[in-house]
């Protein structure tokens, strides 16, 4: 059985000061987790965490990563102005980007983020537009198959990122040759994959390629980014990645092939979202409604809009109805948000005991790549952001969109703007 990190009291109790549909976040797991991946790379002297921040961009999560020594990996204007101002700085900050626009490079430069180059004209452009520093990244696309033991784990022949291997040689020398001085490998070769030899079969490609970037061009190697990409067990039966296993194969790997070619001071850096956050957060939802057609319904407060995964990648949550964890799984559910869009369901066909309109659902899993994709089709509203803190209070993080925040981008002419403002004043006070 998959527990909650939360007990159905502390639920009734935060439900009485934030109404569902919310996201809420597990600060003591965050954390633990993040004491965790630091002592399995504790052998790595650089070692650090960029935590990706498209996975749960909120300023709180942030912070509480930062204290536990991790850093942020942007890719997006609002992601760096969001690091910037949580004070994030420097070598703290990496950027990896790729479709990069000119004002995205110059705040990553006047924040002395480390930018992690996603293409060859990607020199020329930054060049141009925000200057050259001493330490840069690029991005490494090997092409083809990606495998693991001749398994297909990915393709990135048909990804749109990085760089080839001969262009990899060409950077270097090209930004040698305008003053860089430090170099960065990083490469991003599979998702959500719970399989512990996923970190330890692209340390060896990247520290090998990395030997051969410094046989060829001279360059000193000064970090190797392995990026994000460890999953998390979505699934009951499925196994957790095992992160000290994981950082042993890593330094095996390390001492085979890095430490001959006399390159003891490369640091390790990864950029794990998923695996930081998304068992730390769950979504938690209402049943409002049941229906008995061809199959049994359980309708949600809650919809695809405060979680895409389901619809968007036929991604397995567990679901636990909160209060009935002893009860036998006898009915046969989908569970679903009101969405006019047939895909918008949490849950198909699921086994779970019997649900009554009141219950409170809580849907695992969803502290990574959760909120952070939410939308607002169908006039749907963002949903709250709770953090449960570590004394066991909860503290609301981000508030709950409005009407008002969805009518906020208009642009009114006169004549509506006094309609809605006679029929709906409130949405012009946020
Ligand atoms: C999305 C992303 C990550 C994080 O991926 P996870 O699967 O959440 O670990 C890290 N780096 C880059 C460049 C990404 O695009």
Redesign the pocket.
Known sequence: MKGTFVNLDQLKEITQKYPTPFHLYDEKGIRENARRLHQAFAWNKGFKEYF?V??TPNPAILKILKEEGCGV?C?SYTELMMSDAVGFYGDEIMF?SNVTPEEDFILARKLNATI?LDDITHIEFLDRVAGIPETISC?YNPGGDFTINNAIMDTPGEAK?GLTRAQLSEGIRLLKDKGVKHFGL?A?LA??TTDNQYYPTLARILFKTAVELKQETGAHIAFINF?????IPYRPEQRPADIMEIAGEVRQAYEEILLPAAMDDVSIYT??????A?PYGCLVATAIHEKHIYKEYIGLDACAANLMRPAMYGAYHHITVMGKEDQPLEYKYDVTGGLCENNDKFAIDRMLPKIDVGDLLVIHDTG??GYAMGYNYNGKLRSAEVLLKEDGSSELIRRAETPADYFATFDFDDNLQSQFIAKYPEIFKI
């Open positions: 990706a498209k996975a990996d890719s990896s992690n991005r990122y990083h991003f998702s959500n990026s994000g990409g460890i999953g950029e794990l979202g998923r695996y930081m998304g990574a790549h």
